[in-house]
């Protein structure tokens, strides 16, 4: 019994990193309307912005946090006016092949930049397990899952809060209607795709942490993991796509207590292909209509 319940935490700790990277990608989907393929690399860049954040700056969690979202945020500024600000009234498919060449562009980049073999990223945080009996938590997944429960708030008070998160929304719900208010969509739609981005990219520093390792090569796997939980989220739903992300790490963890590590992806896309057969929106109904 004690097994299963240390998988279930590691399931919980793990659904929570994938519950962020969807986050980000709803919020990305929401402004722009679009799925995106460069999410993948988001992630990856923000764990490499993170890796040499640390290296300068010493193991502080609050560094790595700020380098990896800064770095991505940037990074999503540049993926704006490249494949979205010019083509909003184009066919959708034009900016989503943008997307993929950025993709490749931005995956090969930093091969070349941060080399393509695994680099190690250790005693971020001190070895501690706290618990009882053989049935506990550690100190890294504790500050997780504390992280991410801290952004998602910061998030909910950003979108309902504040000027600019009353306008994101309003774009995302209808950006036509939001331009005749006098909201400048590209402005807040580009705000929203670097937030996006930049939560990916702190999702990213948590893999790397939790992994104690990262490689130039990660973001494809990332990518598809935050583009699952997103789905099962019903795509823009954000508190949706946090609970598919949450989902989807508890069952790839049960999944591979009765067999092995080598089919975690097995079971989580065989359960997404279940929900959606099921219940082709996900978890929840998309609201708002988008033009």
């Given at each position: 019994m004690a097994y299963y319940i240390s998988q279930l935490i590691n399931g919980i700790c793990q659904g929570s990193i994938y519950a962020l990277m969807a986050i980000g990608f709803s919020v990305v989907m929401g402004v722009v309307?679009?799925?995106?393929?460069?999410?993948g690399e988001v992630i990856m860049?923000?764990?490499?912005?993170?890796?040499?954040?640390?290296?300068?700056?010493?193991?502080?969690?609050?560094?790595?946090?700020?380098?990896?979202?800064?770095?991505s945020?940037?990074?999503?500024?540049v993926i704006y006016k490249v494949c979205y600000e010019r083509f909003f009234d184009a066919p959708h498919h034009i900016s989503l092949l943008c997307t993929i060449g950025m993709s490749m562009l931005l995956k090969n980049l930093a091969q070349i930049l941060f080399g393509p073999n695994f680099k190690p990223l250790l005693e971020v945080l001190p070895n501690r397990f706290y618990g009882v009996g053989s049935v506990g938590i550690s100190l890294v997944q504790l500050t997780v899952i504390a992280t991410v429960i801290s952004?998602?708030?910061?998030?909910?008070?950003?979108f309902n809060r504040t000027r600019w998160g009353v306008q994101l929304r309003a774009v995302c719900q209808d950006r036509?209607?939001?331009?005749?208010?006098?909201?400048?969509?590209?402005?807040?739609?580009?705000?929203?795709?670097?937030?996006?981005?930049?939560l990916g990219g702190v999702a990213g520093m948590l893999l790397a942490i939790y992994y104690q390792t990262l490689i130039a090569t990660m973001g494809g796997p990332a990518g598809?993991?935050?583009?699952?939980?997103?789905?099962l989220g019903g795509m823009t739903n954000v508190p949706s796509a946090a609970l598919g992300g949450v989902v989807l790490g508890v069952v790839e963890n049960l999944g591979i207590t009765f067999t092995n590590a080598s089919f975690r992806d097995v079971f989580a896309f065989?359960?997404?292909?279940?929900v959606l057969i099921l219940r082709p929106e996900g978890f929840a109904r998309k609201l708002g209509n988008r033009s």
């Open positions: 309307g679009l799925v995106t393929f460069t999410h860049l923000g764990a490499f912005a993170s890796y040499y954040a640390f290296a300068m700056f010493g193991n502080h969690l609050l560094v790595g946090i700020l380098a990896s979202f800064g770095a945020f940037l990074i999503g500024v952004l998602s708030l910061l998030l909910f008070l950003f036509k209607a939001a331009s005749l208010m006098g909201i400048n969509v590209k402005l807040t739609s580009m705000l929203g795709n670097c937030i996006g981005c930049g598809m993991k935050a583009f699952s939980a997103s789905v065989l359960f997404l292909l279940g």
